[in-house]
């Protein structure tokens, strides 16, 4: 714990005395060690390929000059790493505006079927390549609640990517729509969305960090698939924006569960 100590005189009947008063800035200490730790991180995710990107255009101006099958791989190597830092500061526009914007309701109506719908549509050509079938079930009538449009279409974007991306190759996800009249965690009517995969699931002490920003479970492996570690970390300040949970639940060896649960007006 840290505190600050204020001291001040204080006139007493029998001289002066002097007033102490301790005050709890442990969060203050906690904060900036957080936005310590995220330049830091940042800084790391952006210099690592910038390093790389500076020895390939070396070797390119020297040794692979004359080697057209070299320079095309260097190329694409190149471009991967460009489209990746793109999509990291984009990611991290994102995030600021999502913080900036927590206090503020949501003003839209949101039909939720048509939200995964155009989601599904957005990531088509990425589970064509993953030969994974995205399904949807919804129910007849229209889900809707009170939301951003297109906040909440980023949660759905993010989820249902990473499905495709960690579910594994030729399976299949599944996109589950249902509205409960009554969610205890809510205490009142909400619509839930079920983001269903069957990859290799995640490990029961990986998941109470998983929403933290920067953190994989397999570093390596989300560099390569393009990640940025921010997805989650966007998801989690959306859902609480809009005074949702967000539950994640998963069976190593089975697959993972995303839950999205956001308050519904009463029907
Ligand atoms: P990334 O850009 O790395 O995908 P995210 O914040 O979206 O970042 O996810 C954080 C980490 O959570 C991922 O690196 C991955 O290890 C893990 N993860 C996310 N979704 C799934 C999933 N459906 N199945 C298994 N692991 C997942």
Redesign the pocket.
Known sequence: MTYRVFCAPVPLEAGTGVLVSFEDISHLEDASQIRRDFVANVSHELRTPLTALIGFIETLRGPAKEDAAARDRFLAIMEKETRRMTRLVTDLLSLSRVESEERLRPAGEINLGHCLASARQALRPLAEEAGVAVSIEAPEAPVIVPGDADQLQQVFN?LIE??I???GRNKSVTLRLTRQEAEPMLRGPAARVDVI?E????DPIHLPR?TERF????SHR?REMG???????IVKHIVNRHRGRLRISSKPGQG?V?SVILPAERG
């Open positions: 993010n990473n499905a991306k960690y579910g995969d990859g290799e699931g995640i998983l953190y994989r479970v397999d989300s990640g940025t570690g921010l997805g989650l970390a993972t995303f």
